[in-house]
């Protein structure tokens, strides 16, 4: 999911908080440093000095900030950010619509063209319907926020918009939905690094690459300080732009080539193919803060949508790019068939760079993911008891999230479209279902017979749609188990 390319720049809000993180008066930061170090959480106090921040980094930063905090609201207690008047929000509509894009397209646009083995060229109109049904939602949601804060409240986070919704059970719903993302995510990012590490270094067995990815990744459990690894978070956007050129250089390469076989439709496939895609488009959370900061706020319905717009045809180029090349072979990630071709040297000099930056942006966000985890544990001890935990209790949380991802990653290391499916189902709720309940609470008693039925209808549509898709990846994954029939 999109939501691990922040995943490091969290962790300097939690350390910026507790005062480990300082920024002495001599001390020039780069733009990244000053954003990760001036997070709070949720706090309205005024930042520390500027440093050598020129102004157009500052108002791209601050914008980045105002949206990435959002991915640990679910866990604040205070209000996630304050309204702002005209003369504080920074974003033009274009900065506008790439922070919408930076913060839905993830990592899963190499999971892309295996929904169209799985579905055919169908899946490219479940990509289109689906991109079209979170756009919709999305709105409804930043909808749902500005309601509460034309009421007189203070701009929620994401559970607090639940509580406030539908009570304890809104705000559980979106605390659960949430840390069950991050417990999966990771997992899924172990298997990404192994996965592409293996295809990077072909001349060294698969286990030693493995073992090795291990043991390198162990002593960043210790770091306190992820100001450096959080500037890497640009490597996301890196990637994403170099796996569209990859895909493309393959497309042109292999135009004379007799293609391996294609479908229109595979209705069997259709539960998966629209589970991953659904990993594709989770991002809701972040929404509200990318609202508040933009200038023109008339606009940000029409930019949201052709944000949206921009990005199916991001996921819809690397899908039908990826079946057209590699039609029913294609594998859960496009690299492993990248690296099973031939390639001249401008391809090879792609696929090299493809791998190197996934694989080193993976492996960057990895201990901040686990960070993140463990703080939202911390947050739900300090709520019940009012205490924290020391270092030594908070660094045994790491390790056990980390080893335990390791030995789940292990498991499920040859069903990584399954770990997938998984958080796209899970993402219905907090993308789809809790969106269309938020606004509907609100406005429920504006609304007509038909805009309920509407509402209504939607809802047990969703409903019916994720229990469906469920049940069947459930079952196809049991039947690889050797479980089922």
Known sequence: AAHVQVAALFTCCALAERGRAHITPNHKVTSLEYAARTLRWGSSSTPPSRGGLCEPCLRVWETRVS???????????????????????????VQ??????????????????????EAGWASAAILLVLSAFCAYTGWLVVQAYARIVADGHAAPSYAQLGQVCLGPAGKWLVLVSSTFETLVSIPGMFIGIWANA???????????VIAGCIAVSLPANG?????????????????????????????LASSDQLAPPRELVDLDGFPMASSITMAGLTGHVALFPIYEEMREQTYFKQTLFASFALIFLIYG???????????????????????????????????????????????????????VLVDIFENVYHEQSGARFDNATAM???????????????????????????????????SVLL?????????????????????????????LMVVAIACVDIQEFTRSLGLGA
């Open 67 to 93: 949206f990435q905090t959002a991915r640990r609201a679910p866990m604040l207690s205070e209000p996630l950010v304050g309204t702002k008047d005209a003369a504080g929000r920074k974003s033009s509509r």
């Open 96 to 117: 506008t619509a790439l922070n919408i894009m930076n913060n839905y397209v993830g990592m899963t646009l190499l999971s892309f063209p295996f929904c169209a083995r």
């Open 198 to 208: 293996a295809l990077l270094f072909p001349s060294i067995t698969p286990s030693l």
């Open 223 to 251: 770091l306190s300080d992820f100001t450096m690894l959080s500037s890497l978070s640009l490597l996301g956007i890196i990637s994403i732009g170099l796996v569209c050129l990859a895909v493309g250089y393959d497309v």
């Open 317 to 371: 180029s690397v899908q039908v790019g990826g079946y057209c090349v590699y039609g029913s072979t294609l594998d859960i990630l496009v690299t492993t068939n990248m690296a099973s071709g031939e390639r001249g040297p401008i391809g090879t000099v792609l696929f090299t760079l493809v791998l190197s930056a996934i694989t080193f942006k993976l492996f960057c966000s990895v201990a901040g993911t686990v960070l």
């Open 396 to 430: 045994c949380w790491r390790l056990a999230m980390w080893l335990t991802s390791i030995v789940v990653a292990g498991l499920a290391f040859s069903s990584l479209q399954y770990v997938t499916a998984l958080i796209g189902i899970n993402s219905v709720l907090i």
């Open 435 to 463: 969106p269309i309940f938020f606004y509907v609470k609100l406005h429920w008693q504006s609304m007509g017979r038909l805009r309920k039925l509407w509402f209504g209808s939607l809802s047990l549509l969703s409903i």
